[in-house]
């Protein structure tokens, strides 16, 4: 509406901004067109009365109304619009020396938090790496511990194999070494058996003496050879034991050792 002051027509944006104010004098379109009508009405009073003149009065003073009622939905509609709508950063603009310290900050928190999540990490692994390992050990071993097996049978298996060893003789042949290999290997078997058992030690040697100053010698030697290997409690690293000190007690005696 052109404001009835100064007859100045403001465009949309400065109706949105001030529906009731004019933006070019200042005057407030209400007042103005009160005083107006006020001025119109004293002017017809002292005039003859004039019907037409009165509903003019009227008719401006509702239409100013209806301009003011206007401007505020408009007004309200803009602001309403704006709340609801979406807005996208694309751009900020910070000061370098802001950025920096910013940054800064940023970094210096984040040690204590690395830390912290490091630690959590650390205590997991351990945590879970203990709880595999004992359900590994108890898979393999059992929960209840078994009864120590008996020496005695090794004991006879040792001996057994020690008096089943034939004599050496000055030139053998081959066949007669790989005879007395071949019994060597399972002495070897034996005496490692009864070591993973828990045989001990004095009861080997025990064992495998008596069978001629030669033999004596040469089981000694194997037993100490067997007794300095170390005592597994799972069954498959105690038979990987006697395996690979069997076939190192055959490859000795191949090479002369026995």
């Not at 704006?82 to 900050?105: D, G, Q, Y």
């Not at 630690?119 to 004992?134: D, N, R």
């Not at 105690?238 to 069997?246: E, G, L, P, S, W």
Request: net charge positive.
């Amino acid at each position: 509406m052109k404001c009835p002051k100064c007859s100045y027509e403001p465009t949309l944006a400065e109706q949105s901004a001030s529906p009731d104010i004019c933006p070019s004098c200042g005057a407030v379109y209400a007042k103005v067109l009160a005083r107006q009508a006020e001025e119109a009405a004293a002017n017809a009073e002292g005039a003859p009365r004039d019907s037409g003149l009165k509903e003019q009065v009227s008719a401006r003073m509702l239409a100013a109304r209806e301009d003011v009622a206007a401007g505020r939905a408009r007004r309200s509609a803009i602001e309403e619009r704006e709340r609801n709508s979406e807005r996208v950063l694309v751009a900020v603009r910070i000061p370098f020396l802001s950025l920096v310290w910013l940054m800064t900050k940023i970094v210096l928190a984040a040690i204590p938090a690395l830390l912290l999540a490091a630690f959590i990490v650390f205590a997991l692994a351990t945590f879970f790496g203990t709880v595999i390992s004992s359900y590994k050990q108890y898979s393999a071993a059992g929960i209840t511990p078994s009864a120590p097996p008996s020496t005695e049978s090794f004991e006879q298996r040792i001996s057994d194999s020690v008096a089943a060893l034939a004599p050496r003789v000055a030139v053998p042949s081959q066949a007669d070494i790989a005879a007395r290999c071949k019994t060597m290997e399972e002495v070897g078997a034996s005496v490692m058996s009864g070591h993973q058992a828990g045989m001990r030690m004095a009861d080997a040697l025990v064992a495998v003496v008596g069978h001629g100053s030669h033999n004596d010698s040469v089981m000694s030697r194997l037993v100490t050879s067997a007794y300095e290997r170390p005592r597994h409690s799972r069954s498959e690293e105690r038979v990987r034991q006697i395996d690979t000190f069997k076939k190192e007690t055959y490859e000795w005696c191949v090479r002369g050792g026995f």
